[in-house]
């Protein structure tokens, strides 16, 4: 069983003078504060929900013609403006914390106000809620059902993060795992195929977006936010995952043999934890998340293509 504890283990710190904190005010030197709009939305993360509506909504779809793959497109780009918005609000929400860890970021550096970015926020949300209902209701209630776990993942009273960091784990893994394969397959396929693969993206994200958490460890511990590394440590958190990731491949190996080819990925993911990858500002278990997560739709796609 893991013991909580306050031991952060004996792996390197990540360094807070690589990375995005020097690329991010080059950027700014050239591009001013449109370099300061693209940094809030983080543009990495919307790569898998981006991804998720591509090759999602394609996935049953026999013969591919122009109308699927513009559907596909929309519901691509309305995922990942929720994914935006999550992460807006979050920064809103968390710029104390942001002072402390990631003072590079446009709110502490005060680029970008937080009225402003809070107004962003409620932009994003509303254009995606406007653009999945021209898709289908079902899709709609859908991205709102996404939307209200982004954001009520940040804001109070509803928010996890202060009452147990399994609840804070669960809850993304339920947003950013389960809900996008159901939400994508089944704009022109059925539950049958979207099932399987939402379970296992739930296990995914149940597993490596910790991750996320290890850089804030101590700014997080200090206002309260509880996540698995600041609560059980990095060993902890080790342990954690690899158990979590133990019941992903047998799920996979049961049921979902093609997703078998994203096993490298999870070993990765697992002995990456704590090492800084310069030019982004988490560590490779975090960059292995989120490039998983995307794949998992291209497989998913291609299985259904050659099976």
């Avoid at 779809?61 to 990942?80: D, Q, R, S, Y």
């Avoid at 991205?143 to 804001?155: A, D, E, K, M, R």
Wanted: aromatic share 14%; glycine share 8%; charged share 15%.
């Amino acid at each position: 069983m893991i013991q909580s504890s306050r031991s952060d283990g004996n792996l390197p710190p990540l360094k807070s003078e690589a990375g995005l904190e020097k690329g991010y005010p080059r950027i700014r030197r050239r591009f001013g504060k449109i370099a300061s709009y693209i940094q809030l939305l983080r543009p990495f993360t919307g790569l898998a929900p981006l991804l998720s509506g591509l090759f999602g909504v394609l996935a049953p779809v026999g013969t591919i013609t122009f109308e699927h793959v513009k559907t596909a497109v929309f519901v691509g780009v309305t995922l990942m403006l929720c994914q935006f918005c999550g992460q807006v609000l979050n920064q809103w929400s968390d710029y104390e914390i942001d002072m402390l860890t990631r003072k590079y970021r446009p709110i502490p550096q005060g680029t970008i106000s937080r009225d402003e970015a809070l107004g962003i926020a409620w932009l994003l949300a509303i254009f995606a809620v406007g653009r999945a209902f021209t898709v289908s209701v079902t899709f709609g209630l859908y991205t709102l059902t996404i939307l209200f776990f982004s954001v009520f993942y940040s804001l109070a009273p509803l928010s996890p993060r202060r009452v147990h960091p399994i609840l804070n784990t669960l809850w993304l893994a339920f947003s950013r795992g389960l809900i996008p394969f159901l939400a994508t397959v089944t704009v022109y396929g059925t539950l049958d195929l979207a099932a399987p693969w939402a379970v296992f993206g739930f296990l995914w994200v149940l597993a490596y977006q910790p991750s996320k958490d290890v850089h804030d460890m101590e700014a997080d511990r200090k206002f309260g936010v509880q996540t698995i590394p600041n609560t059980y440590g990095l060993k902890g958190y080790r342990t954690y995952m690899i158990i979590v990731s133990l019941a992903l491949w047998v799920y996979a190996a049961l049921q979902l043999h093609v997703a078998l080819l994203l096993l490298p990925i999870s070993i990765i993911a697992i002995t990456g934890l704590g090492k800084k990858v310069d030019g982004l500002e988490n560590d490779l278990s975090w960059i292995m998340f989120y490039i998983g997560l995307g794949l998992a739709y291209i497989i998913m796609f291609a299985s259904t293509r050659l099976g």
